[in-house]
């Protein structure tokens, strides 16, 4: 059971405050879209839970999250471990600048997996289940940069699965694609849920209705109302995502 | 009133441009030419593998040469490593504050210290105080510290361009701060690196003040059989040759032709700096 339990989450940079007492439970599986208009603190959220903002040094984090009842944040967490268990695929894709089999095959590699027949098996099986195997399967020795956007991009997918995570996090995983390579970043994230807890944030509310189970929404740092992504896209029970989703605001 | 057409200042100034550019080329034509002539009546494979003979007069260049060879595998030796490495704590360890300003204010007048004070650092420092003697070792760290400041701000320039993003990869792949720079900071950013390197060997390959303080003979009749013991180097020979002999304005032929090898050598680590960076960006393609 990989749910994601957020209890009292405060966030700081130098003396902002980032996010406000965030309280949520993020279910097993599915997806779960995070939406807010910019320094609402969506990225920022989704940054806490893998950790990321520890490379940041004015952030400061105060509260627990929790994944499989064990906060993240506790005193004995290898924080490496941590994000071995929950992937993250960025905003832009940020292939490595080596081919396409060194970018997968980096993560198992440094996790300890050494023996080269294994490797060429995840990165397979992680091409495969990123749907860009039949695309690259005869140049796995090229350069990721030969790759179009998207291409890259589920590449970066492909990288994070290699490591098998429990969750995967998406923070705007389309905002620099076209919309044919969204849509099919979309259409697997679709097939990613069943087997994996994803988190997405996205500045595309359609993006969030058409693929998410529960959405989220933040703004200024609160979250204001979380839910079934129907029930909050149709009947919102605060105003202020009511405001945000008829377009009136951000 | 206008004195002169647009075209014509466009003209006027893209000339001017030109002109100054070509300059630029001229000049290195003119040196290598001045030095490939004045060296004729001596260059040949002999005046490598020949030591000086009659008081530099005569023979070649075998123990100046072998003596700077010597000289750059010391700076090699503590510049590189000391360098890039202080360049990665510097970029990747080292927060934004007033520390680091400090750090970068440090480096850069470093690399701005007259050649001469680094002669009289290294005297101080290595000759007499930690006991080197005049030596190949007291001067070749001598021109280690010289050369660290050009290592260190190529290095930290070469690792500032490398996209925050591709850490951020890394990182969020599970990878510690030490394998993300072991493992994909450093390779891409090795060709700044090297170019770095390279123009620090340059430049202490070729300083004539800090190994005259600290170890430079004038003549040897023999290689230097320790890094304890003097040596001859180029740069030094020239100086010395062209001060000692007595053929006038114009130069003995030998001083081009100690020159022109110190020329070579520098320029030919320029040529492997290109070669292997190429290469790099080769295996490394954005």
Same mark, same amino acid.
């Given at each position: 059971m990989s749910s994601i339990e957020v209890k009292h989450l405060n966030v700081w940079f130098d003396d902002k405050q980032a996010l406000r007492d965030v309280n949520m439970t993020i279910p097993n599986k599915g997806i779960t879209a995070i939406i807010g208009p910019s320094g609402c603190g969506k990225s920022t959220f989704i940054r806490s839970i893998n950790r990321m903002?520890?490379?940041?040094? !004015?952030c400061r984090v105060e509260g627990q999250i929790l994944v499989e009842g064990k906060d993240l944040y506790g005193p004995d967490v290898d924080v490496t471990e941590v994000r071995k268990r929950i992937g993250m695929v960025f905003q832009r894709p940020n292939p490595?600048?080596?081919s396409i089999y060194e970018n997968i095959a980096y993560a198992p590699r440094i996790h300890g997996t050494k023996d080269k027949r294994k490797l060429s098996a995840i990165v397979e099986h992680s091409l495969r289940r990123a749907a860009l195997w039949d695309e690259v399967k005869d140049r796995l020795d090229k350069s990721a940069y030969d790759l179009s956007g998207g291409q890259q991009q589920r590449l970066c997918i492909a990288r994070a699965l290699a490591i098998d995570p429990e969750i995967i996090l998406f923070d705007?995983?389309? !905002?620099?694609?076209?919309p044919i390579a969204t849509a099919k970043i979309e259409d697997l994230l679709s097939d990613l849920k069943d087997e994996y807890t994803v988190v997405i944030v996205t500045h595309n509310m359609q993006q969030a209705a058409r693929v998410a189970d529960q959405t989220a929404y933040f703004y200024l740092g609160e979250l204001i109302e979380f839910g079934d992504t129907t029930q909050l896209f149709e009947?919102?029970?605060?105003e202020l995502t009511e405001r945000y989703i008829t377009g009136r605001m951000g | 009133m206008r004195v002169m057409s647009r075209n014509a200042r466009e003209k006027l100034y893209f000339n001017l441009f030109r002109a100054c550019g070509g300059l630029v080329v001229l000049t290195l034509i003119v040196i290598i030419a001045y030095m490939v002539i004045g060296s004729l009546p001596v260059l040949s494979l002999d005046f490598l593998t020949e030591p000086p003979r009659r008081a530099n007069t005569a023979g070649g260049v075998l123990t100046p040469l072998v003596g700077t060879i010597y000289l750059m595998a010391i700076v090699s030796v503590f510049a590189i490593p000391i360098g890039v490495l202080s360049a990665v704590y510097l970029s990747e %360890?080292?927060?934004?504050g007033w520390a680091s300003h400090f750090w970068r204010i440090v480096v850069s007048n470093l690399a701005g210290v007259p050649s001469i004070v680094y002669g009289l650092l290294g005297l101080a420092l290595f000759v007499t105080f930690a006991g080197l003697g005049r030596s190949l070792i007291a001067s070749g760290l001598t021109l280690g510290v010289l050369a660290l400041p050009i290592v260190i701000s190529a290095s930290r320039e070469a690792i500032k361009a490398i996209p925050p993003s591709v850490r951020e990869a890394s990182i969020a792949l599970g990878a510690t701060k030490w394998q993300t720079i072991q493992h994909h900071v450093l390779p891409y950013a090795m060709p700044g690196i090297l170019t770095g390197v390279i123009l620090a060997l340059s430049r202490a390959a070729g300083e004539t003040a800090p190994i005259l303080l600290t170890g430079a003979a /004038? %003549?040897?009749?023999?290689?230097?059989?320790?890094? /304890?013991s003097q040596f001859m180097a180029l740069p030094y020979h020239v100086y010395a040759v062209a001060t000692q002999t007595m053929a006038g304005m114009n130069g003995s032929p030998v001083v081009y032709g100690a020159a022109i090898v110190l020329l070579i050598l520098v320029i030919g680590m320029n040529l492997i700096a290109i070669v292997v960076r190429k290469k790099y960006r080769e295996k490394y393609r954005w």
């Open positions: 903002n520890d490379i940041i040094p !004015s490595f600048p080596k705007e995983p389309c !905002s620099a694609l076209d009947r919102p029970e605060n | %360890y080292q927060g934004k /004038f %003549y040897m009749s023999s290689m230097p059989d320790s890094i /304890f």
